[in-house]
Nanobody
Framework: DVQLVESGGGSVQAGGSLSLSCVAS?????????LGWSRQAAGKEREGVTA???????IYADSVKGRFSISEDNTKATMYLLMNSLKPDDTAMYYC????????????????????WGQGTQVTVS
């Protein structure tokens, strides 16, 4: 089965940067797929942050547009999230997710779109 493991979370001051990684095991990225990052702050619902399709198309939530960047290396079955100009509002548990057989669509931010999820990595911005 496919397993996703995130790494790279931590604490940073406002205005700083962090880079998250998510390694997939049991699968290599090929064909159609949608890879995404979501986050959940304490007491709030999980929200989609960004996603990338097999064709390289990227989508971002308005709250992170221009500050976050998603990428993936299918030779390493790894996706990345580079976060710049971090704000306290970015504090949350960040999850990577994947769905296979479908490219990202207009519903990319919905949790139900993704079949596989990582365990999460905490990002704290003070």
């Amino acid at each position: 089965d496919v397993q996703l493991v995130e790494s790279g979370g931590g604490s940073v001051q406002a205005g700083g940067s962090l880079s998250l990684s998510c390694v997939a095991s049991g699968y290599t990225f090929y064909g159609r797929y949608c890879l995404g990052w979501s986050r959940q702050a304490a007491g709030k619902e999980r929200e989609g942050v960004t996603a990338i399709s097999n064709d390289g198309t990227t989508i971002y939530a308005d709250s992170v547009k221009g500050r976050f960047s998603i990428s993936e290396d299918n030779t390493k079955a790894t996706m990345y999230l580079l976060m710049n100009s971090l704000k306290p509002d970015d504090t949350a548990m960040y999850y990577c997710a994947a769905t296979l057989g479908f490219s990202c669509s207009g519903s990319w931010s919905a949790a139900s779109v993704y079949k596989y999820w990582g365990q999460g990595t905490q990002v704290t911005v003070s």
